[in-house]
Each structure stands twice: as structure tokens, then as C-alpha cells.
């Protein structure tokens, strides 16, 4: 994955990486990837919450007055005591089923409950899932912030950007990343017919049908190509 990467910044391809992680990203992606290809990389940590290039310094974000209060509820709602894990950061609110038992559908429907009987709802944050847990995330964060940075970066604000996640689903941490018609799916999909796209074999997926991807991917002047044959 490391070598594709490096590859397509060394061709001078600008990349995103959007992702619920943190600094733990940051330092995993210096270790894998030459320093000269730092520049080429775009992180939008905590899904988006910290926009930071690879190449500097991460800072430390103000802590935003909603996900304090969000911590503040799921604690007081005695949720920890439950069995969950929660973890609160700036910009992001995470919680993991830990000892709980409960499935992650359980798991969003309740932590859900809690929080709009404190009187928050989508006009104040919203609730994506990954494969492990659920994020809190304030209404004006997501990994479609990446999207834009990168439009910003090569000035023009309509230039199509590939997206590629495995949580194209309703609810799912790469909905909105993937619901476009260059959004392409390593793993689950929406209903849409406009986009989010799964276009591997049966049998590859996640980080075998990124690698998959990411080996189709061929730079020609100014753009990308995907080489379908590749994807057979």
C-alpha cells in the first residue's frame, strides 16, 4: 500500500487520507512514506474534525463546546459504568462497545437515545460507525472537509476528486465521502444509483481492494485513469 502511495505522490498526484484516527495516522504514514512525498499528503483526522498536511506538525485543536457536552452526557447517562469505552477528543467523541456486549446497531440506537434526550440532534452533530465503533462528530465536520482541502490546494472548487472507503452505508463513516459518482467502495455501498460504487471481484475487499484499487490507478496529463483490467 506504502509503495502505491509513494508512487502516485511521486507522480505528483495530491492525496487525502480521511479517517476517524489521529495522531497514531500522522506518525504511520511518516514511517511509510518517504519524507519527500510528505507534501502530496492531506490528513483530515478524527473524520475530518483537524485538517493537517503530512508534512507538519499536528496542533493541538480547540476542544469544541458540543463534544464536551456530548462526553459530559454519555458519562453522566452512566454508559461507561456499562461496559462501553468512550473516548473524548477535541473534535471527535468515540465509543466502543468494550465489555458491553451490545452490537454496534445497539450500541448507535442507544448512544442516540441519550443524546437526543439531552436535546441534541443533527442540527448539532452527527453519528457515522466504522467497523468497531461510533464517532460523535460536530455538524460541521467530515471527511468531505478532505474533499474541499484538496479542491483548495489545486484552486478549482468543481474539479472531481476519487474517493475510495469501505462505510458507503447509511450511517456509515464514508457516506457522505462516497456518495458521489467518483466514489468507489472497498466494502459495503448505499442504495444510490448515482454513486458509491463497488467495482471489485467477488471475494476482495477492505485493504486487499484498496491495494486493488490504488494498483489500478494510472496518471496520464492532469488526470487519473483506472485500468479496469486490473479490477477483473
Request: with cysteine.
Amino acid at each position: 500500500m506504502a509503495r502505491r502511495l509513494e508512487a502516485l505522490a511521486r507522480a505528483g498526484v495530491p492525496i487525502g487520507v480521511a479517517t476517524g484516527r489521529g495522531k497514531s495516522i500522522h506518525e504511520s504514514l511518516r514511517a511509510a512514506l518517504p519524507e519527500a512525498c510528505w507534501a502530496q499528503v492531506t490528513l483530515g483526522l478524527y473524520n475530518g474534525g483537524l485538517l493537517v498536511g503530512l508534512s507538519d506538525p499536528i496542533p493541538d485543536p480547540p476542544v469544541d463546546p458540543i463534544m464536551g457536552h456530548v462526553a459530559e452526557v454519555l458519562r453522566s447517562a452512566g454508559l461507561a459504568m456499562a461496559g462501553l469505552k468512550i473516548a473524548a477528543r477535541p473534535v471527535q467523541v468515540t465509543v466502543e462497545p468494550g465489555k458491553s456486549g451490545r452490537d454496534l446497531a445497539q450500541l448507535t440506537r442507544l448512544v442516540r437515545m441519550c443524546l437526543v434526550e439531552a436535546g441534541l440532534d443533527e442540527r448539532q452533530i452527527k453519528i457515522v460507525t466504522s467497523g468497531h465503533s461510533l464517532d460523535i462528530l460536530p455538524a460541521w465536520s467530515g471527511k468531505l472537509r478532505v474533499v474541499d482541502q484538496l479542491r483548495a490546494r489545486l484552486r478549482d472548487p468543481r474539479l472531481e476528486i476519487l474517493r475510495i472507503g469501505d462505510r458507503g452505508d447509511l450511517g456509515g463513516n464514508d457516506f457522505e465521502l462516497l456518495a458521489s459518482a467518483m466514489g468507489l467502495s472497498v466494502d459495503r455501498v448505499s442504495p444510490s444509483a448515482e454513486g458509491c460504487w463497488n467495482p471489485l471481484p467477488a471475494g476482495v475487499s477492505g485493504a486487499a481492494g484498496t491495494l486493488r484499487l490504488l494498483s489500478a490507478l494510472r496518471v496520464g496529463e492532469g488526470d487519473l485513469r483506472l485500468d479496469l483490467e486490473v479490477l477483473r
